[in-house]
Structures are given as structure tokens and as C-alpha cells.
């Protein structure tokens, strides 16, 4: 059978590859080339590691008018995000942030049995699970259907679709309008900003509040985290980018919280530009700090190439090095940024042994590009490896702290961002 393929959508998509996805103008300039790449969720069973695997450019342009950084949309949402490995509720540390939010939050609010909170990209309801002792009705909106049955069976109401205007429009229309709507690392996956962040407007109450978090780009930048770019995300946020795309939609920025989650975000909080909500100093603060990093300075953003570039060929010779002395060194963590860690290092079976995750839904698959076998973190005991690569480093007291054990056998830690070096699992002992 012949495939049929929409000529027109797919003229449109290659046509939106070299626009600015925020403010439409052309895209030139390269941020940073970091190779061919597969998705970096897409995990592989054995059977498919005899298999053809597709692979995308992983070269993301920065728009010299707006300074969005942003990855050209190879492959559409639909196809990444219905069915998706990663679990929130499999760190600890993330859950605890959580909590602790739904709980500042709440107060911040006033938030009680009359409120209507709506959180957007819910996942397993990691979050949304801590309303319900606090006697806040909430809603979860997840397109991923497995992910999304896992909060179903927690009791939380959730949504299997992918938000945006219409279904915003719907759930008006259904008297579901939000006195809160939280987005914790769900902006920078949607390719259509404009229709995304209408459909925020559109569900927001007239004195409502939208909390966005996101990796910030400014500590991306300065702390060399090129592993947190990949395919499923396709935007990378200035604060200055984020002012500009809640002023397009009639929203204003009121407060705004650094956050060390995934090696650095941002917490912005919206309301409707009309909104009686004031304009806490804050937000002047941090505008001034990216003025003066030079995030509005195109000669900021050509630098940043060459020092990912020397960050790979740091962890190259640390890793070749130990192999060369006969060392062991295996995975600890099959996130998505160390998919693009392992891909554009060329780091394989070759230098780890396996890694381990602590998400079941991950063993016995194989990481997408370099195939390395993942395991329960269990193996990591059997094997007593010498050395383990902290893939998912924003994670790394927490991981540390589980895994400090590894120091009876004399194994040690290696961080590989931003610049690879050694730790020693005695560091970790209470």
C-alpha cells in the first residue's frame, strides 16, 4: 500500500521551521549544533535495536528580535507525547516540591472548596494529589494516555487531551473557568505558543493567577546544560522572552521565583492585564540581572557553542581515561537530557556497562541511539561498579544521598555538567 502523505501540512511545518515561533520573524543563527538525534524518550526494546531508528537535527536557532531559543519542529506533538515514559512521580525530591508548593500556593490564594485549580500537563498527578487533603477541587489535563491513567486511578479527575484554545473554550462553556492554572514544565514542549497561552487567557478567571515553571535559560547558558535541549522540547526561555509572550495575550507578569529544580528555572506568575494584581519588584529585578548577562546581546548566545563543545571533550577524556585504567563505569538514570548527553558524546556500551532508572517502565529497554541496557537500580549492587555517571545531575543530592552506599565497595560519582569531575561517595555519608 502507498503512504499518503498532506502535502500541504507538511509544506506548512517546514515553512514554520524558519520562523520564529513567537514572534514570526526569520531564523539565521545557530545556537548550538549538538548532532543528529532520535527522540529522547523513545526507549527501545531489544527487538528493535536491529531496527531502522529515525534521527532529527538537534540544532536550535535563536531569533535575533526576541531571543527565543528554539528547535525547529521536526516531529509533532502527537507523536511524542501520546504515549510517554517519564513519570513525575519517581523522584522524590520533585514530589516534594510539589508539595510544598500546592501548600504556599493554597495560602498565597486563599484557595478552599470553592476554587477551581487546573493543572495543565498533570502527568501522574504528582502535584494535583496534594490538594485534595487541603479540600481544593482540582482538574488534571494530560495528553499522554498511559501517564494520564496512572493519576486516574489516584482519584484525580484528569483530561486525556492536549490543551489549547478550544478545549479552554470547552471547559468554559462546561462553568470549569480556573481561579488557578498551574504549567510545571509543559511551555517549553508546545511548538504553538500563541494557541497555548490564549487558551490560559480564555480559562483564567478575571482575578485568576497562572504559575508557569521552566528551565531558565540564563543558568542553561551559564552553567553549559546543553543535555536539557532535545526534540520534545522545543523552547528555551529568557525572562525577556516570557515578558514578551504575556504581553501578546493581554497577561502581565506579577511575581516571579528562581527555583533550583532542573538545574535552574523559573517560576512566573500571570494574570489578565486588567487584573487588580500589582507588580512585584521582583520581576524589575530579574529583567535587570538578563539585561546584564547580556541575554538581549546576540554576541551572548554565539559563545555558548564553543563551551559545550569544550564540556565534551572534558567527559570524553575523564571517561576514556578511567577505561583506559581498567575501570567499571555504569548509568544511573535514563532521563531524556542524558539521551542527549550520551547521542552527542558518542557515549555507549562501550563506556557504561548499563545504567539504571528507578521508573519499571524503562527496564529492560534500551536507551534510544546508543542502546545502553537499562536495568533496575538493584544491578548497581550486583555489579559494584567503580564509577557511576550521574545522567540525571540536576537530581544529584537526592541521588547521592540514595545511593551513598556504593562508597563500601569504593565507588565514586562523576557529574558531567557543566564541568565533568569526581565525586566520592564518602562525601555523601551522614
Not at 478550544?166 to 470549569?176: D, F, I, M, P, T
Not at 514578551?244 to 511575581?255: E, G, S, T, V
Not at 557553542?305 to 567499571?328: Q, S, Y
Not at 543530592?397 to 566520592?424: D, L, N, Y
Amino acid at each position: 500500500m502507498t503512504a499518503r502523505f498532506d502535502v500541504s501540512a507538511t509544506h506548512e511545518l517546514e515553512a514554520r521551521r524558519h520562523r520564529c515561533r513567537l514572534c514570526g520573524s526569520d531564523l539565521r543563527d545557530v545556537f548550538v549544533d549538538l548532532g543528529m538525534s532520535p527522540l529522547c524518550e523513545s526507549f527501545l526494546s531489544a527487538d528493535e535495536c536491529d531496527g531502522m531508528e529515525p534521527y532529527f537535527p538537534l540544532r536550535p536557532l535563536v531569533c535575533a528580535k526576541c531571543f527565543l531559543v528554539q528547535v525547529p519542529e521536526y516531529v509533532r506533538p502527537t507523536e511524542i507525547f501520546s504515549d510517554y515514559a517519564y513519570f513525575s512521580s519517581y523522584s522524590q525530591s520533585w514530589v516534594a516540591h510539589a508539595e510544598r508548593y500546592c501548600a504556599a500556593i493554597t495560602r498565597r490564594l486563599g484557595l478552599d472548596a470553592q476554587s477551581s485549580v487546573i493543572e495543565v500537563a498533570s502527568n501522574d498527578g504528582y502535584l494535583l494529589q496534594h490538594f485534595k487533603p487541603l479540600g481544593v477541587p482540582v482538574l488534571g489535563i494530560e495528553p499522554a494516555a498511559n501517564v494520564a491513567e496512572a493519576a486516574i486511578r489516584r482519584g484525580i479527575e484528569t483530561r486525556i487531551e492536549f490543551f489549547g484554545s478550544a478545549l479552554a473554550h470547552r471547559l468554559v462553556n462546561e462553568g470549569r473557568a480556573a481561579d488557578l492554572i498551574i504549567g510545571n514544565n509543559v511551555l517549553a514542549q508546545v511548538p504553538d505558543l500563541h494557541d497555548f497561552v490564549a487558551g490560559l487567557r480564555i480559562l483564567l478567571k478575571p482575578e485568576g493567577v497562572v504559575t508557569l515553571e521552566f528551565p531558565h535559560l540564563q543558568r542553561l547558558m551559564a552553567e553549559v546544560q546543553f543535555d536539557t535541549i532535545y526534540h520534545e522540547h522545543f523552547s528555551y526561555f529568557s525572562f525577556l522572552a516570557i515578558r514578551n509572550l504575556a504581553a501578546r495575550h493581554d497577561l502581565k507578569i506579577i511575581d516571579v521565583e528562581t527555583l533550583p529544580t532542573h538545574g535552574g528555572s523559573l517560576r512566573v506568575y500571570l494574570a489578565r492585564a486588567e487584573s487588580r494584581w500589582p507588580q512585584e519588584p521582583s520581576v524589575a529585578c530579574l529583567l535587570a540581572d538578563e539585561h546584564q548577562a547580556g541575554l538581549d546581546d546576540m554576541a551572548t548566545y554565539s559563545a555558548f557553542a564553543g563551551r559545550v563543545k569544550r564540556t565534551k571533550r572534558d567527559l570524553l577524556a575523564l571517561l576514556i581515561e578511567l577505561r583506559n585504567a581498567g575501570k567499571t563505569i555504569c548509568g544511573y538514570g535514563a532521563p531524556g537530557k542524558g539521551n542527549t548527553l550520551l547521542n552527542y558524546c558518542g557515549i555507549g556500551p562501550d563506556f557504561l556497562d548499563f545504567t539504571v532508572d528507578r521508573n519499571p517502565h524503562k527496564h529492560g529497554r534500551f536507551t534510544p541511539g546508543r542502546h545502553i541496557p537499562i536495568l533496575p537500580v538493584a544491578a548497581i549492587d550486583i555489579a559494584r561498579p567503580d564509577y557511576l555517571l550521574l545522567l540525571p545531575w540536576n537530581l544529584q543530592t537526592e541521588i547521592r544521598a540514595q545511593m551513598r552506599h556504593i562508597a563500601s565497595w569504593g565507588g565514586r560519582f562523576i557529574v558531567p555538567i557543566p564541568t565533568p569531575r569526581i565525586i566520592h561517595a564518602e562525601e555523601c555519608m551522614p
